[in-house]
Nanobody, 127 residues
Framework: QVQLVESGGGQVQPGLSLRLSCAAS????????IGWFRQAPGQEREGVAC????????YYLDSIKDRFTISRDNTKSTVYLQMNMLKPEDTAVYYC????????????????????WGKGTLVTVSS
């Protein structure tokens, strides 16, 4: 069982940056990917960025790939999402998730196939 705890959300002005953290109980073979999904008001949950545990390859939602960077610290069992040049449309609850079924077309996976979820952290981008 993988336990995930997000932190780092908050309110930020457009154009500025924020870093989210996801502390995992362990980086083990019980999951293939770990990454971030988000759900904006009135929208479906979508994959944002993920990293494959065994090789470190990362995948991004097209609309954010030039602004966001996912990284990991294996010694701390923590994955990060550095979000730069934030836009109002980035406003959402951001969830850390992990699972076994990696599907790159969905940026990590379809949300229904991610087995482990954090509770989410709210990011609000506004002036």
């Amino acid at each position: 069982q993988v336990q995930l705890v997000e932190s780092g959300g908050g309110q930020v002005q457009p154009g500025l940056s924020l870093r989210l953290s996801c502390a995992a109980s362990a980086f083990t073979a019980d999951h293939v990917f770990i990454g971030w999904f988000r759900q904006a008001p009135g929208q479906e949950r979508e994959g944002v960025a993920c990293i494959i545990q065994n090789d470190g390859n990362s995948y991004y939602l097209d609309s954010i790939k030039d602004r966001f960077t996912i990284s990991r610290d294996n010694t701390k069992s923590t994955v990060y999402l550095q979000m730069n040049m934030l836009k109002p449309e980035d406003t959402a609850v951001y969830y850390c998730a992990a699972g076994l079924s990696f599907i790159s077309d969905y940026v990590c996976s379809r949300p229904s196939l991610a087995e482990y979820w954090g509770k989410g952290t709210l990011v609000t981008v506004s002036s």
